[in-house]
């Protein structure tokens, strides 16, 4: 009644009592998940377990499997979980290599434990397509490129629609030699704008041979400036104007003198002051 794999069932129910021998079931009838077989014959070794592809925890990649149909050889079976990355009857054809699967093969990279990842190198900016370390998965890439997959510029270079030319920063208009990795911008002192930094914005001079320094302007203590003049100020330096502090706490702004004489007779009381 219990295809051999119990010592003992209820008189009543009929249900066996703790199933042997890999089994499971009200009359021990199935296999364990994870065993194959037909559970009905009624020997011990009717339930094999799964081997996708071995039956060490560390290479065995599907929790289960079936016996394969139509076959007259009981001990074929088929694994029906295999991971992504991994094919075959047994989850044997997958990313990784060694006689324990223990190392990633030759264009993937990771842990093969918790299965190997694609190089997915960079076309545009890595030497080649499928080549790359198997531990951190770091292509290698072509002078000027960075990042794991070699898809953005390196440190130093910006703009990948250009090929990562390098950022050439205006060391007088940026904030710092470093510019943005993928658009190339550098970032500018106030005043100053372009993708490198290597012109004045409107109201403010410098930046030529004559004048080298970055770009400065007028200074005026904005309590003397009329509305319309504030307002004129908050478009040149992109801050809005608050009594004498701008949003940025700075207490005084930069400016042209015609742009600030250039709009009441009030503004012509405003009064230049040091830095």
């Not at 037909?38 to 996708?52: F, H, K, L, S, Y």
Request: net charge negative; glycine share 12%; hydrophobic share 20%.
């Amino acid at each position: 009644m219990c295809n051999g794999h119990a010592s003992s069932c209820d008189l009543e129910t009929g249900e066996c009592g703790s199933c042997l021998h890999n089994t499971v079931g009200t009359n021990c009838e199935r296999c364990l998940p994870g065993y194959y077989g037909n559970a009905t014959i009624g020997r011990q070794d009717d339930c094999r377990q799964c081997a996708c592809p071995l039956v060490d925890a560390s290479n065995n990649f599907s929790p289960n499997c079936q016996a394969r149909g139509g076959s007259s050889d009981p001990t074929e079976y088929l694994c029906t979980q295999c991971p992504d990355g991994y094919t075959g009857d047994h989850c044997e054809l997958g990313n990784t290599e060694g006689w324990r699967c223990e190392r990633c093969k030759t264009g993937y990279w990771g842990v093969p434990d918790d299965g190997c990842e694609p190089c997915s190198c960079s076309e545009l900016g890595a030497l080649e397509n499928n080549v790359c370390d198997v531990t951190t998965g770091q292509c290698i890439c072509k002078p000027r490129y960075g990042g794991r997959r070699c898809d953005e510029c390196d440190v130093g270079y910006g703009n990948l629609d250009l090929d990562c030319p390098a950022c050439a920063c205006n060391v007088n208009g940026s904030v710092s030699l470093m510019c943005n990795v993928v658009s190339g911008q550098c970032e500018c002192t106030i005043g100053t704008e372009g993708i490198h930094c290597d012109r004045c914005q409107e109201g403010f001079f410098g930046l030529s041979e004559e004048q080298p320094d970055a770009c400065e302007g007028r200074w005026y203590n904005i309590d003397f400036c009329s509305t319309a003049t504030r307002n004129k100020l908050a478009q040149i330096i992109g801050y809005t104007l608050v009594g004498k502090l701008m949003q940025n706490q700075r207490k005084w702004v930069a400016c042209s003198e015609t742009n600030v004489n250039s709009n009441s007779n009030r503004d012509q009381t405003c009064e230049t002051v040091d830095q």
